[in-house]
């Protein structure tokens, strides 16, 4: 997922909503509806009474009883959540996770989810978390935690449920493709460090980075990871292979920071939405940390968001080559928006494009040289203390590639839409 750091209120907002509410509460309660909306803009009328009525009937008929706050957060959370899988009401727990996440560090099991067609899927499992070491895939479904069936309305309760104390477990139940019936996975939740960068030297010069995901401390890490390969190499790399694979996203910044990092000059992306906030475009600044070495970045299609951001820019401005599956195709920018309570709303605020002006929402990045999916195994199995090129064909096919004449050197190249 793709946040901006955002705190700042949005007190329209929070005065528009709560608008509605007390008109809503008045109509639930036998306010009269005779009178016709004054404009466009106001609530349309029928549809409040509508809901009223809901309300109302609820209130009275429900076999258990509800109060009025139990349902309008209701309301609000179903609200939110239909606009797409990705905008959500966060109340309590839910607004707090995000903040850890974006900091770096929670308790559970480590996956990213998104809600697509009623179905909660793996974006990602994080790397060295419960749900990674147990096997959990990318593109695999979430159908049952602890034997009750997910529920599809909402990823929040999703997310929640896989939370919890460290060192409790939880079973989760997953249908994954060719399958017949459900896999059954029991998960000790632990502390998820979310160490976002690792790197280490393929052989003399050639370096490789691991990025798993956005933080915001991710534009340093990368930058502390460089400089200890550099030393450890003796000399100036001559080549680097970044891997994205299953980096499900994160902070907006940190995305911006990494690209920044290889690039000269060029657009990193842009962006469009409704409010002058949700427009922007955000260029390099002088100063490649490879001075133009070759790049080759790893993909597939548990690289979403963050991770397309960089691909991207790092593709279009011809810094890079990509290798391996297309990717997940999350191109929307979530803003956190603070509201009172220590509640608040994520909602999609933009649409982003690569520095080729291409929105890549439902569509992914297809790379450059394209791996087969499940490379074979070798015939003699590989111990996992193993070195890495032993371990991972696909490191193995990038190192190749990098040692072409034809891999990377710097550029750039322009916008076909410019957005401020």
Known sequence: MLRPMMTKSRHVLVLSVGFAIG??????HGARADKPPVSGSDLPWQDARTLADVLERVKREYVNP?????????AIRGMVSSL??????LDGDAYDEVKISSSGQYSGVGIEVSMED???????PLEGSPAAQAGIRSGDVIASIDGVPVNTTTLADTIGRM????????????????GDEPLQFVLKRS??????????????????VRI???SETTGDDLDAALKDLRKRNGTALKGLVLDLRNNPGGVLEAAVAVSDTFLNSGVIVSAKGRT???KFEMDATPGDALDGAPIVILVNGGSASAAEIVAGALKDNHRAKLMGRTTFGKGSVQTVIPMSGDRAIKLTTSLYYTPSGISINHRGIAPDIELQRDPKPPSVAVPDDAPLLQRDADVKRALQELKLPTVGGSGSVTASARLR
């Open 212 to 214: 798993s995901q956005f």
């Open 118 to 124: 009623d179905e909660v899927v793996v974006v990602a």
């Open 163 to 178: 939370r919890g104390k460290e060192g409790t477990t939880v079973k989760i139940g997953i249908l994954r493709e060719g």
């Open 23 to 28: 008109a809503l509460l008045g109509l639930a």
């Open 84 to 89: 797409d899988p990705y905008s959500a009401y």
């Open 191 to 208: 502390r998820v460090d979310l160490k976002s960068v690792k790197a280490e030297l393929l052989e003399p010069g050639m370096g490789y």
């Open 66 to 74: 509800v109060d009025d706050h139990q349902l309008l957060q209701a």
């Open 276 to 278: 002058p906030e949700s």
